[in-house]
């Protein structure tokens, strides 16, 4: 079987629905789109929560609560099993490192190594953030995490 040969199973290919070509098709005189006004007409779309003009719902109600997510601050993900791409030659593993073997993308600033894996060398890291079980790791295979 060469590409040339490939072809569609039966009833994946589908005839474009044809409006407004009178009633015995189906989709004839409103062309299904139901009676006259603005959503009859063609880019005669309202946004959602518009209400004719009268006071939207959502404007009408007070606005309570706190939002969190506007807050927070994004990490890079970096597991201590991912290490092991890095040069052995390396002792001192920081952003430009992790950079340079694809760990991380270039504008990320904050970066949180995590436990998950296992480390077997002596590497002095620099991030962000460390959880437990990673600097527990860390420590136990002779090396440092510092937070930067």
């Known amino acids: 079987m060469k590409l040339h040969e490939l072809k569609n199973v039966k009833g994946a290919i589908h005839r474009k629905k044809r409006v407004g070509c009178g009633e015995g098709g189906g989709h ?19 946004r959602p929560g518009f209400e004719g003009g009268q006071m939207p719902l959502y404007r009408k109600l007070p606005q309570r609560g706190f939002n ?4 927070r601050s994004e990490c890079a993900i970096v597991n201590l099993g991912d290490l092991g791409v890095i040069d052995a030659g390396i002792s ?5 490192v992790l950079y340079a073997n694809g760990l991380i993308r270039k504008d990320e600033t904050q970066i ?14 620099t991030a962000t953030k460390f959880s437990d079980s990673a600097k527990a790791k860390i420590e136990q295979a002779g090396g440092q995490a510092i937070v930067a």
Not at 29 to 42: E, F, I, L, P, V
Not at 92 to 96: L, N, S, T
Request: net charge positive.
């Open 28 to 46: 004839g005189k409103t062309s299904g789109r139901g009676g006259k006004g603005q959503t009859a007409r063609s880019g005669g779309s309202i």
């Open 112 to 125: 949180k190594i995590l436990g998950n894996g296992e480390i077997t060398r002596a590497l002095k890291i």
């Open 68 to 71: 969190q997510a506007n807050f």
């Open 92 to 96: 001192e593993v920081d952003a430009a």
